[in-house]
T-cell receptor, first 115, second 115 residues
Framework: ETGVTQSPTHLIKTRGQQVTLRCSSQ?????VSWYQQALGQGPQFIFQ???????GRGNFPPRFSGLQFPNYSSELNVNALELDDSALYLC??????????????FGPGTRLTVL | AQSVTQLDSQVPVFEEAPVELRCNYS??????LFWYVQYPNQGLQLLLK??????LVKGINGFEAEFNKSQTSFHLRKPSVHISDTAEYFC?????????????FGQGTILTVHP
């Protein structure tokens, strides 16, 4: 069974640029959630995708957007990067939505640095 | 709004000593609770979860937690720690209903086990 994978592992961008982060969900999982973890903080929920549709969004501006593909892999796109976007971005997959399915399996994360 | 508070940002302890990491939550609806561990430069690994039933939950690596509804707490305990338990620990809550897949995390507790 393959776990959640994310690419790239590290990324350096400059302010104003755009970035795309990728996530492959665990086998059999149809739900992907994205989190932002700033240094010294707990993860903050960005949004969730369930069967290719956005299924909930946290308090992040529209320049954070996402996609989920038919194979349930996912992308997180961030436009007009700001210095405060520097963080570890975590992807998590789960079997579905709802409490019984809400054991989320996390990938290793992508470390984004904005200069 | 749901919130999770971890009462200690850092907990130093000697090897083979017991440890308790404290977590309080606030929620107006039924809540489901989780503890995750994060080793340096890695993603999050689930230690244990409370969805319903027995209030004492046992997890991996000898950890356990007790759900206390009256005190809105979900403290994590281990009777005897090892050097390898050194990591950051996160308490998280899922409120169900319209919260979709949103896990709300605490700020984290850094557990340092000294020889």
């Amino acid at each position: 069974e393959t776990g959640v994978t994310q690419s790239p592992t590290h990324l350096i961008k400059t302010r104003g640029q755009q970035v795309t982060l990728r996530c492959s969900s665990q086998s059999g999982h149809n739900t992907v959630s994205w989190y932002q973890q700033a240094l010294g903080q707990g993860p903050q929920f960005i949004f969730q995708y369930y069967r290719e549709e956005e299924n909930g969004r946290g308090n992040f501006p529209p320049r954070f957007s996402g996609l989920q593909f038919p194979n349930y892999s996912s992308e997180l796109n961030v436009n007009a990067l700001e210095l405060d976007d520097s963080a570890l971005y975590l992807c998590a997959s789960s079997l579905g939505v709802g409490a019984s399915y809400n054991e989320q399996f996390f990938g290793p994360g992508t470390r984004l640095t904005v200069l | 709004a749901q919130s999770v508070t971890q009462l200690d940002s850092q907990v130093p302890v000697f090897e083979e000593a017991p440890v308790e990491l404290r977590c309080n939550y606030s929620s107006s609806v039924s809540v489901y609770l989780f503890w995750y561990v994060q080793y340096p430069n890695q993603g999050l690994q689930l230690l244990l979860k409370y969805l319903s039933g027995s209030t004492l939950v046992k997890g991996i690596n000898g950890f356990e937690a007790e759900f206390n509804k009256s005190q809105t707490s979900f403290h994590l305990r281990k009777p005897s720690v090892h050097i390898s338990d050194t990591a950051e620990y996160f308490c998280a809550a899922y409120a169900g209903g319209t919260s979709y897949g949103k896990l709300t995390f605490g700020q984290g507790t850094i557990l340092t086990v000294h020889p």
